[in-house]
């Protein structure tokens, strides 16, 4: 994403490669709408005909090129990631904050973005809801199930231990493979807003 600067100039060289005329009449709404991204600036210009009188953002959204770009974007989001902000407004992540598609508030880019997303988000809450059971590896599920009959109550990591390896637990047991399983449940549950917290020298608790 680029900085107003940076924008105010792409803006001006796009007006003169495309002879817009409204350029003045259109230039804040424009820039504001683009969020930094010069591809999505470019695309409003050529989707706004000469003799319009105002900017819409639905409109905007209708025009097969913006479409076919937030599609694009859309499309380069992982599962975990288009799952999360489907279910959850607030939803971000390494991915979205490195990319600037969304701020650490969790505040999308443009705002003709937010309602390209609004539309999915109204779109997915007419289709089946997925439940925890399917995020999880059968590991994973045994533990959040442990965590869950004790919420908000310590679970050793012995407890975890004897869990997974059962009779063989003192033989198999290590830190890094329970702190790896935590690590993934974390990542799976925070999309149904749920938290692990660790509890030092003792264990974790689950926090609905």
């Known amino acids: ?24 009449k259109y230039k804040d709404i424009i820039l504001k709408l683009s969020g930094g991204h ?19 953002e639905d409109d905007l959204l209708k025009t097969n090129e913006i479409e076919h ?10 599962e975990e990631t288009q799952l999360g902000v489907l279910q959850n407004n607030t939803f971000t992540n390494e991915y979205l ?30 289709s089946p809801k997925v439940d925890i059971q399917d ?13 869950s009959s004790r919420n908000g109550q310590i679970v050793t990591k012995e407890d975890i231990a004897k869990l997974i390896w059962k009779e063989e637990w ?8 329970i702190a790896q399983i935590i690590s993934q449940l974390r990542k799976k549950l925070s999309l149904k807003s749920i938290t692990i917290k660790a509890s030092k020298g003792e264990g974790y608790v689950l926090i609905v």
């Open 1 to 24: 994403m680029f900085g107003d600067e940076d924008m105010l100039m792409s803006f001006k060289k796009a007006v003169n490669d495309m002879n817009f005329d409204n350029s003045n």
């Open 38 to 56: 010069v591809g999505l600036l470019r695309a409003m210009i050529r989707s706004v005909p000469n003799n319009t009188s105002l900017i819409k």
């Open 69 to 78: 770009m937030f599609s694009k974007i859309w499309g380069g989001f992982s």
């Open 97 to 126: 904050l490195k990319t600037k598609l969304k701020d650490s508030t969790g505040k999308w880019f443009s705002s003709l973005f937010k309602l390209f997303v609004k539309n999915l988000q109204s779109h997915n809450d007419n």
């Open 135 to 147: 995020l999880l590896s059968y590991q994973e599920l045994l533990v959040y199930n442990l965590l």
């Open 170 to 177: 003192l033989e198999k047991y290590l830190d890094w493979a």
